[in-house]
T-cell receptor, first 113, second 116 residues
Framework: DAGITQSPRHKVTETGTPVTLRCHQT?????MYWYRQDPGHGLRLIHY???????DKGEVSDGYSVSRSKTEDFLLTLESATSSQTSVYFC????????????FGPGTRLTVT | AQTVTQSQPEMSVQEAETVTLSCTYD???????LFWYKQPPSRQMILVIRQEAYKQQNATENRFSVNFQKAAKSFSLKISDSQLGDAAMYFC?????????????FGTGTRLQVTL
């Protein structure tokens, strides 16, 4: 167990509302990632962080923002949720030593109606 | 950009038998890592096995082994003595070894069914 939790685990929200998903780690790893999982696509990177207040975009970042004010927390925000953002969201942390394996949280199922 | 292809959406194996899941990838890099992740119905992503591209020896973890063919850009997973608990989605993933904060690129997954 890599000490990663995600909250909430399930959420149903309406189109146009803001949503924030939280990822919390207990092991002070530098790199953290947000992925989304959709049928037929595997997991795709949304945003990642390489330190407090240091973040960058992934391949599917439109409509999402992130923040990292503490090493242990990485927040993903949907400013105005759309139905296309219905998905399962995974947070991952990366080991600080080679081979830098990534370990995943339990996931959050988000439904936008 | 790197791509990962899993051409078998679903596979089935009888308990105690052996099954091989296929994965191919495309990259222009020479140094990278390849992974297989397992996702059971609980949805948790579990790292099964890792292969470093610079190693010629195929990785093995208990009943799980890989056949890594670097020239062919092929990375298959063999599960021996299949058990009911092996039933899951399996994802192949690629990660560059250069730079930092290198993302994982995933295939679309293979759903493995294990029958009695």
């Amino acid at each position: 167990d890599a000490g990663i939790t995600q909250s909430p685990r399930h959420k149903v929200t309406e189109t146009g509302t803001p949503v924030t998903l939280r990822c919390h780690q207990t092991e002070n790893h530098r790199y953290m990632y947000w992925y989304r999982q959709d049928p037929g696509h595997g997991l795709r990177l949304i945003h990642y962080s390489y330190g407090v207040k240091d973040t960058d975009k992934g391949e599917v970042s439109d409509g999402y923002s992130v923040s990292r004010s503490k090493t242990e927390d990485f927040l993903l925000t949907l400013e105005s949720a759309t139905s296309s953002q219905t998905s399962v969201y995974f947070c991952a942390i990366e080991q600080d030593t080679l081979p830098n394996e990534q370990y995943f949280g339990p996931g959050t199922r988000l439904t936008v109606t | 950009a790197q791509t990962v292809t899993q051409s078998q959406p679903e596979m089935s194996v009888q308990e105690a038998e052996t099954v091989t899941l296929s994965c191919t990838y495309d990259t222009s890099e020479s140094d990278y890592y390849l992974f297989w992740y397992k996702q059971p119905p609980s949805r948790q992503m579990i790292l099964v096995i890792r292969q470093e591209a610079y190693k010629q020896q195929n990785a093995t973890e208990n009943r799980f082994s890989v056949n890594f063919q670097k020239a062919a850009k092929s990375f298959s997973l063999k599960i021996s003595d299949s058990q009911l608990g092996d039933a899951a989605m399996y994802f192949c993933a690629y990660r560059s070894a250069s730079g930092t904060a290198s993302k994982l690129t995933f295939g679309t997954g293979t759903r493995l069914q294990v029958t009695l």
